[in-house]
């Protein structure tokens, strides 16, 4: 492995768990949501009209939150994809035959199981 593969591969696992981290407050934030908007649910016959406000706008700051976070965090991703889309665009360019030397394996590997499944 070169010096540029294994910097690619360092910043690309670093990547991955700043987009691990982000999915997980997203998912974090979605479930606070849910838990938010159950609690108001069963509040809403008892809340008065200034109770019933404040709570929508609360409601509506944490949606807001929650769309922030996905919106970062489909970004990353996005990112990241174009990330390693360039790198294997770079590997192929620079290492042709091994490129397709790979390609042949996987497809010889992914023919070999689809085949059993349908001895099966």
């Known amino acids: 492995m070169d010096t540029s593969s294994t910097i690619s591969s360092g910043s690309s696992a670093r990547t991955a768990d700043a987009i691990k981290g982000k999915s997980g407050a997203a998912s974090e934030e979605m479930s606070n949501l849910k838990a938010d908007l159950d609690d108001l ?3 809403v016959p008892f809340l008065s009209d200034v109770d019933l406000n404040a709570a929508k706008d609360k409601l509506v700051a944490k949606m807001s939150a929650a769309k922030k976070s996905a919106i970062e965090t489909a970004g990353q991703a996005k990112e990241k994809f174009n990330q390693g889309v360039d790198a294997t665009e770079g590997m192929v360019k620079d ?4 490129a397709i030397g790979v390609a042949a394996g996987v497809g010889l590997v992914l023919g070999l199981v689809l085949a059993r499944r349908g001895m099966r």
């Open 41 to 43: 649910v069963t509040r």
């Open 95 to 98: 290492k042709p035959f091994q």
